[in-house]
């Protein structure tokens, strides 16, 4: 399945994220996220983009660049490229999981090659017989708007996620925090 437009709301009666897909088939896949499931799916997506440092290789390179400037690069340069005007069609032909949309309770998560991502929702209720699921590869173009969109979103929802790192800020471990650290001043 091909995805031509993503659009990402927030809902407050229903306190959720609705994410639309409308396919090239012309097929609409609807879908709420909850913030427990943003919060793990962003991380995924974060470290896929590679937005989020990875821990060190051994094969890390010497001058301590750890790749997070390439990847705003990558990031504005598909922001630059993405079309946020064209309104959303609304109206699609088919809605293959129907209208209600699909709560995501399980999301599988699989990174493939040349940062492409495999993302699987998954609903499992209780007292269903069955579960609604869906797979979309989000290629890097996708993967940054949709990014895009749901932080879009989170700032109006204020649930008080912060979910995209400060690329300016040097990679982190718990010892930085002591190395950057004043000696303590004393009045005499």
Known sequence: MVIHQVQVSYVVVQDRLLVRLNTRADQELRLWLTRRMVKNLFLHMLQASGASPRPLSPLARQDGDDGRALAK??????????????????????????????LAT?????PLDAGNLRVGFEEKLEGSQGSRCFEVTLGPPLL??????????????????????NPDAPASSPLDAFASAEPPRYLN
Not at 106 to 110: D, R
Not at 147 to 165: I, Q, R, T, Y
């Open 144 to 165: 940054h708007g949709f990014m895009h969109l749901l932080e879009l979103a989170l700032k109006e929802a204020d649930w008080g996620l912060l979910l995209s790192p």
């Open 106 to 110: 399980t999301i599988h998560v699989t």
């Open 73 to 102: 690069f990558r990031r504005l340069e598909a922001l630059q490229q993405a079309d946020f005007q064209t309104p959303f069609k609304a109206q699609a032909s088919a809605l293959p999981l129907g209208q209600e949309p699909l």
